[in-house]
């Protein structure tokens, strides 16, 4: 019963080792390029940090992607005034 148990540990490592071990490097590659033009399509960019005017859209590799806000106008209430002659 010991050895089965030794076995069935050792089995055990094998599968976690296997599906844990180091992911494709292509694939983080081409995550990594995606998540930029992701960036670039919204027109941020990736910087070491954001400024206070910027959002942060995504990570680009271990950088956010900055966006600026949209500047949006105070609104204005438009007042009529009616003339009574």
């Given amino acids: 019963t010991q050895s089965a148990m030794k076995i069935f540990c050792i089995f055990l490592i094998v599968i976690f080792t296997v599906s844990c071990g180091p992911s494709d490097p ?15 399509l919204v027109r941020g960019s990736c910087k ?15 950088e956010p992607c900055c966006v600026v806000r949209e500047y949006q106008k105070p609104a204005m209430r438009i007042l009529k005034t009616t003339t009574s002659s």
């Fill in 26 to 40: 292509q694939k983080r590659t081409r995550e990594v390029i995606e998540r930029k033009r992701q960036c670039y």
């Fill in 48 to 62: 070491s940090e954001c400024n206070t005017w910027e959002y942060v859209y995504n990570q680009c590799d271990t």
